[in-house]
């Protein structure tokens, strides 16, 4: 089987792919995130409005969302590696779309019940299915794409069209909040932002056709053949890949938590400090705050490629283990917009240490033939047991009392993922990525398991 990808691109090229590979996840990443950030606006339309429990329920439904995504992490990166990432990516994007269109179209409580509920988490759990597969695949394909040198700042696109769809999702609302009243965003507005997310699926569709395929086509013929066995095989990973995957569980635990508290949960608890007459205010500053992350993620992938990544994920670690706990106790205290911004913004420049080298700290642990499934798996499960999770829990831990123990929580994961960076992963050194034909001869030559590589 030929480890090398399909194509040895040029500069211009590989930015060609990432732009292209950043399309889509721009797209499904705002499906995503128009959910949390319309669900004070839809969640009386799918509950009665004397039910209590309606906000705690809507957050409820966005975590079981993550459930799904380990199948869908384990469906989408099989495919990717045996299939090509191409065709992979494409289908997610469209199952995501075809979700989005179902929850614009969706009836209300109000109209047939307990089967508006029934019709969300349907729809909700097939886009975590589809999201699932579109992180391992995604990252897979732009760490792969980018050329050696260049792959920490141009791999960061990745979180800078994951943090644009929340940006997107975020502009979308304060262009209702400016030009129309509370009630009709409530009544029928929040249909048409996701509405946007299903109609901007056929632009990808349309440019993901001409995106290069990073496999080989010798390696898609041996799957095609019956020639490779190993190739997106759930064994390989468990019994030959399992460190890799461990340790991908383990950077990704610390991450997800903090991104999901600070980039979710954040937002929403200045959303909720700026209510009433002042809701303009909130929106302008969550949208404001979020696009500088977005664009803090080209800076800290570029300065990823100078310094190391290990570098840059202990800033994270030590910065998230400091701050977590100021950030959700000072935040919900304030009332001037200036400093609920710079509370929110620290914030945001302490998690680019995790989110804008993520993507390619975890591909170099994999080697071609199993790197889509082990990515996306490994981030699923950590995903799935932190991330989403955590606005659930912030917000059944607002209602109980129990914030501290939260923070306490979120510290803790994040501490112990700081670990991980600091004792198990190198600034350099030979990584899968860079040398596959170097990191097997040294894994053949070794009568112990493979290293799993490092970051550089």
Known sequence: MSTTTATSPTIRRSISNTLKGSAGNLVEWYDVYVYSVFASYFEMQFFPADEKNSTVYVWAIFAVTFLMRPLGSWFFGRFADRHGRRLSLTVSVS???ACSMLIALSPTAGSVGVWAVVVLVFARLLQGFATGGEYGTSATYMSETAIAGHRGFLSSFHYVTLVG???LAQLTLMVMVVTMPAEEIAAWGWRVAFAIGGVGALVVLWLRRTMDETLETSTLEAVRTGQSQRSGSMRELLLHQWRPLLLCF???AGGTVAFYTYSVTGPSIVKKAFTGDDVLSGTIINLVALTIL????PLGGWFSDRVGRKTLLVFFGVGGVLY???LLTALPAQNDPVLAFAILVVGFVILTGYTSIN????AELFPTHIRALGVGFGYALANSVFGGTAPLLYQAAGETGHVPQFIMYVTGVIAVSLVVY????????ANWLDDERGMRERASSEPRPAPVGADR
């Open 250 to 252: 383990l950077v990704t």
């Open 422 to 429: 600091v004792f198990f992963l190198r600034n350099n050194g």
């Open 359 to 362: 993507a390619v700290v975890k």
């Open 294 to 297: 977005m664009l803090l993620q």
């Open 324 to 326: 977590t706990w100021f």
């Open 165 to 167: 769809g929340h940006v």
């Open 95 to 97: 199952m995501m779309a």
